[in-house]
């Protein structure tokens, strides 16, 4: 597999649960389904020019993916739209983002293509929003965020172990 290709065999679907918190950034976790291993979302909203055709309700993200058993982390640019009820999913057309940010990040992290789509299909806030959060995000107890929960979809993340990388690489 060439160097930038999705990997279409190792598609992990599940179920997401993602604070959206005031200063831009999310914090969450994806539950590999029917598997129920769990990894960590964490994103940051990329500051850069909007073009009027998108929209208020659009944004790029930068998010983190995180293996916490093999303490592996890959990083994803997504396009995020919608206020609270948010679906993202990877850069299709940046209008000329392309190079400033999506190139930054690759150069950073690589170029191993990982795809990313999240919708929502349960919205919490207020007093909903931080009982989920007591229950399943204690760290960010306190915190006055939105809370969505969907169906998620991640290819092409590196999840081998380093005694498969090692075999697959020599």
Not at 90 to 98: F, I, K, L, Q, S
């Amino acid at each position: 597999m060439e160097k930038g290709e999705v990997d279409t065999e190792k598609v992990m679907n599940g179920i997401a649960s993602i604070a959206f918190l005031p200063c831009g950034s999310i914090s969450g976790h994806f539950i590999q389904l029917p598997d129920s291993v769990c990894y960590g979302l964490r994103g940051t909203d990329l500051k850069c020019d909007r073009e009027c055709s998108r929209g208020e309700d659009y944004r790029l993200l930068k998010l983190n993916i995180i293996d916490y058993s093999r303490k592996r982390e890959q990083v994803v640019i997504v396009e995020c739209r919608g206020h609270d009820a948010a679906r993202f999913h990877n850069v299709d057309n940046a209008h000329g983002w392309e190079k400033d940010v999506v190139g930054m990040v690759e150069e950073k992290h690589g170029k191993t293509k990982i795809t990313v789509s999240f919708e929502c299909e349960t919205l919490k806030a207020d007093k909903a929003a931080q009982d989920h959060i007591r229950q399943f995000m204690p760290n960010l107890v306190g915190q006055d965020a939105v809370v969505n929960v969907g169906r998620m979809s991640i290819a092409g993340f590196d999840v081998e172990t380093d005694d498969e990388h090692e075999e697959t690489h020599n």
